[in-house]
């Protein structure tokens, strides 16, 4: 089965047709990454921080999730970058932060450009790319880099994003997000993916109802503080775990997503954003 990340590339030409990276049309359920079984996010103060990336590509617009992490860094997925361009270079990046509808951001002093970026080396290894904003935004609250890997294990996470709500579908206008249940390394439905050679460099995480699609890419698997359920959890609870990097289908039977354990990356991931000369998050 085709493993699909969770990119998408609206053409330049028509703005609404989408395709997987490299260019190949999004027509085969393999891999790629949105929220799938989830609700739109009611409360725009609940994700002050979510933000929608958009690199400008030879083939058009590529749409990826990301997380402000600090006030002038977003932490998305190195694969936006690799798997869109051929030289993993896009001639511009917009991050729009903070709001339900990401159309909105630009109106509300909310759209920021890409002044640099570094990433790692792409989904099967180092999944993780920061990018240092052209000026800071200061949201309420940030979400938390992990420490250690102690909520890497958490029983539920949380996945938020504005890809496909359905394999081949649209990208969602508004911001949602959905209750991801842990899939344990030794499960089969993890450990029998031959892309799966490293589970210690993975978090493996959702079900047939419940997870991540195309346009979801570089977005957050959010762990709330510990002892905190999902559903409990305030806006300054949360912890990204894990960044969103592929699997096969939306939603289908046996196809959980896989997340770059961030954890594994802490210390990349700051060397990186101490040599843009960036704030470093908390």
Do not use: N
């Amino acid at each position: 089965m085709k493993r699909i990340l969770r990119t998408v590339v609206a053409l330049a030409a028509t703005g609404a047709a989408t395709l997987a990276p490299g260019g190949a049309a999004a027509a085969d359920p393999g891999r790629g990454a949105r929220i799938i079984g989830g609700t739109e996010v009611a409360d725009e103060s609940l994700y002050p921080w979510m933000t929608k990336v958009q690199l400008t590509v030879p083939k058009g617009v590529a749409v990826c999730g990301g997380s402000q992490v600090s006030r002038d860094i977003v932490l998305t997925a190195a694969h936006c970058f690799l798997e869109t361009s051929p030289d993993g270079r896009p001639s511009k990046v917009t991050l729009d932060i903070g709001k339900v509808d990401a159309s909105a951001a630009e109106a509300a002093g909310q759209r920021r450009t890409g002044a640099a970026y570094r990433y790692g080396k792409g989904a099967r290894r180092s999944d993780w790319a920061v990018i240092r904003l052209d000026q800071p935004y200061e949201p309420a609250v940030y979400p938390a880099l992990p420490a250690d890997a102690s909520l890497d294990t958490s029983p539920t996470f949380r996945a938020t994003g504005w890809g496909m709500v359905s394999f081949g579908g649209q990208l969602s206008r508004l911001l949602r997000h959905v209750d991801a249940p842990l899939v344990p390394d030794s499960s089969r439905l993890c450990s029998d993916d031959p892309d799966f050679e490293k589970p210690e460099i993975h978090i493996c995480a959702g079900d047939d109802r419940r997870g991540t699609c195309m346009g979801d890419s570089g977005g957050p698997l959010l762990a709330p503080r510990a002892g905190t359920r999902p559903r409990d959890a305030r806006p300054g609870d949360w912890t990204v775990v894990g960044i969103t990097s592929w699997g096969y289908g939306c939603g289908s039977r046996g196809t959980p997503g896989f997340y770059a354990q961030v954890s594994v990356y802490v210390a990349e991931i700051r060397a990186a954003i101490a040599a843009l000369g960036g704030q470093q998050p908390r």
